[in-house]
């Protein structure tokens, strides 16, 4: 069972201090704090804890079967795994009391895996679609100026696109609902490298605009490249909570977590 509004109002906030490398002096634009969720019997999140400052790219990682799916599948909302305790804050709005809707609507935009691009529409209606009830983010305009291609593609079937454009399409239809924080499970998967040095450079203007970004790759060392923070998982907990850069200079954490 999630917490009720009564029960969280009579609780302490957590105290994220030990995780984070930021002064504890303003609450955290997003936390999680101590999720446990299921699949069924199956306990798979097992008490993770991390925050993100507002703009930050922070990126999730850990071996297969870590549960970082997991874990942004229960941030989200998605109803399977069954986040049965804990709390998800984003800008002050409780995440673990809403559903999936509700949570999209205020801010949480997951990009999952396979991309879910609608088969059967164009480019542009996938889009035209995600804006279909409010509230609504950024303009076809807007989105078109950031992804050309897309804007040249527009009445092309979606499911037609190459895989980064897929991905370029998934991303876009994120943006195109009212966004504050996005969730990208495997990103670069089966992409070129060039390609991915595209979406890189796209999810560095994503957060100019001051987006924030959860990012979850298999391509570590290019999701620690991009990002600010890293978060690890292992057998859904949390065993690291620092800089990129103290991933990418720690040869033994790299070996122990990620096996590169
Ligand atoms: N629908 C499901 N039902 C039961 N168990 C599941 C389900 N989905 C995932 N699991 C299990 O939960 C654990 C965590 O899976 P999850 O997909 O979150 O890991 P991951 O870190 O995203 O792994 P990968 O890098 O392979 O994508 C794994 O042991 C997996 O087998
Ligand atoms: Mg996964």
Known sequence: MTLTEDQL??????DFSRHSNHAATAPAFFSAWDLHAYYGE???????????????????LGRNGAGKTSTLRAIARVGSPLLTHGEVWLDHQPLHSMTSHQAAAAGIQLVPEDRRIIPGLTVEENLQL???????????????ELFPRLGERRKQEG????????QMLAIARALSRSIKVLLLDEPYEGLAPVIVDEIEKT???????????????????????????????????????????????NEAL?????AI
């Open 9 to 14: 109002t009579t609780r302490e906030r957590p």
């Open 42 to 60: 199956s306990y798979i999140v097992q008490g993770v804890s991390f925050n993100i400052h507002e703009g930050e790219i922070l990126a999730l």
């Open 130 to 144: 995600a804006q279909i009830t409010p509230p609504v983010g950024w303009s076809l305009d807007r989105i078109y």
């Open 159 to 166: 499911v037609t696109l190459s895989g980064g454009e897929q």
């Open 203 to 249: 999810l560095n203007i994503i957060k100019e605009q001051g987006i924030t970004t959860v990012i979850v790759e298999q391509n570590a060392v290019r999701a620690l490249m991009l990002a600010d923070r890293a978060v690890i998982l292992d057998t859904g907990t949390v065993v690291f909570d620092g800089t990129a850069q103290e991933v990418l200079d």
């Open 254 to 258: 790299r070996a122990e977590y990620l």
